[in-house]
């Protein structure tokens, strides 16, 4: 296999404490080692070499919330071109959300994605199972999903309202040593919502969804982890009071609780739908300047853990309708980086912040091997240009889903170079 | 581009000018509804599309009244029997109806932003007849008419509105207009019924009639739809009507003695409004009815055409 030389780039690696000027080489898949300039040791077999300098290398972004709509829906995505939409993103590993058709609750379809994903995949797809069947009975196979392949379970879409059947499933999982993936939302209080509860639902007469729709259940399942010690992770939280429950269970020293927000959530708000704009559609809806402010704070303070995408692409068929009829998501892995660099920009956090927030933490919540370029690591590697302007067009996005409300916009910083397991499966670096 | 190049799609986006421009020209409307020939041929060679996908009487007529008095043709579409029953989008039927050559399209649908949307995708300016519980354009302002009428002019007047605010474009339109005079807005209902927030419109919330119409010009009443009972917004019609239903007893012990009583219609008789009031003195309701035509008229004149 041929060995890649990362020359001269600012490696940022929080796993081993690194921001400096460093050369990455690559041999095997894995890591070989890094090395200051001018110190390398020479590297006798075939060779491609890449002058990164000014630009940042870090380890392999890894996105714990995206849906791939493969089986079932590949009018929308599949996991070619969702794959392929991460790696232009710079993800090298992405969890796939189970809400396809059918659903994945048998080892059978995690299987399929797993399979796929080696035939079609550019980057490492795992699945999540959902939590409960979908005939809503009983929990889904655990252990046979995880042995076919699945690093979480999750009920992400639909929120297991039935408190008995979410304290066995966070009790079950332990023993499988994967973390609950949880969709906090108690429909009986978001049910007809369209988005958020506030200034926007009452100029459009639009039905809203209240901030604490979402907040009893991130409150439930937060007891419901203590009560059982198994590993929540509350995904795309979006409100001030979400992250205040966060903050107080984790001051209490709860380790078994993690969470994640999105770039949309913490890039926007409400006022995103005016004109009843179904690009800016959204579940959890985008809601006040004052939640995305506590968003920023939790993200500064290590409240939040990580950023996830929520990538939902849809097809025109689902956007362009009414606003009622038109389905909730985003479009997120290839607008993420450059969303999250403008944190970086606005002071609120660090760069190396930024690689433990898109690529270190999310590896420790799913126990995954990357997240680190430590030596004899799995060469996963994201290389990025923090300024190079770039603007949101449908041609300039590889996903099939267009459905962003950041289309038109310019937006700075790229990822150049993406390699999984030593593979480069995006550059659009010259050796 | 907004009023009237695009149409009307709101309330919202007008400013107090456009707004005095469409009254301005309505009351000129008004006398072509008296004479003997009720006709002027203002829109002659123009059509009208009114396109009802939500079923309506009262807005539908009133539309096609006062396009037929402008000369204007006008064809009628309603869901039942079309197409729509068979599964087509209503943007695919709006732009078949366009593809016949229509000048104007009204319309009322059940989704919010329905007008808006059909509108960022057609080249013909739309009208809104009433879009879910976002807007209902022309209610608001023939009720702006009505007011003026009785009290000669819209500034300094207090309005109460009384009912289900949270479903309601009727109150979400009228709260729009009326805050670009200087109007005391007020609004009453079980706390069910008023959307959270809404002082943040400029509006003063009450629950109890009787103290919400202490001092108030006009007292307009919104239709109880019996479906909210079941959605556990008011636990039954009888408790609603007792606490929140406008009686003659009520009316004369509280309300002032020049105070009007207004309502979109349908009328609940019995529920929102005892038939007394309904058919009182000091009820406006029919008055309404006749200043939709003339509202309507001045909307299909400055938007279709004649206007400019």
Redesign the interface.
Known sequence: MTAIVLKKGRVIDPSQHLDTERTVIIRDGRISGIYPPGDEPPVEEDVLEFNVDGLVVCPGFIDLHVHLRDPGEEWKEDIASGTLAAARGGFTTVVAMPNTIPPNDTPQVTAYIVRRAREVGHVRVVPAGRIVRADGTALSPFGEMVEAGACAFTDDGSWTSDAQLMERAMEYAKAFGVPLLSHPEEPALSCGG?IN???M???????GI?SQAEEVAVFRDIKLAELTGGHLHLQHISTKGSVELVKLAKEKGMKNITCEVTPHHFSLTEEAVE??NTSAKVKPPLRTEDDRQALLLGLRDGTIDCIATDHAPHSELEK??????AAFGISGLETALPLSLNLVRNGHISLSRLVELLSVNPARIISSRGGTLKPGAPADVTVFDPDLEWEVTPEALASRGKNTPFLGKKLRGRVVITIVEGRIVHSVLKV | MSFPERGLIGIRALRREDIELILRTARSMKDISKRDVKKVPALRGKTVANLFFEPSTRTRTSFELAAKRLSADVVNFSPSGSSMAKGELMLDTVKNILAMNVDALVIRAKPEGACEFISQHVDVPVINAGDGMHEHPTQALLDALTMEEQFGTLDGLKVLIVGDILHSRVARSNIYLLKNFDIEIRVCGPPTLIPRGIESMGVKVFYHLQEALEGVNVIMMLRIQMERMQGGHFPSIHEYSKFWGLTAEILDRHAPPDAVVMHPGPLNRGVEITPDVADGARSVILYQVENGVAVRMAVLYLVVGGGR
Do not use: V
Request: proline share 5%; glycine share 16%.
């Open positions: 369209q509860e506030g200034q639902s009452l100029l459009l007469g639009l039905k209240p004109g009843f362009k309708r009414e606003f009622n009829e």
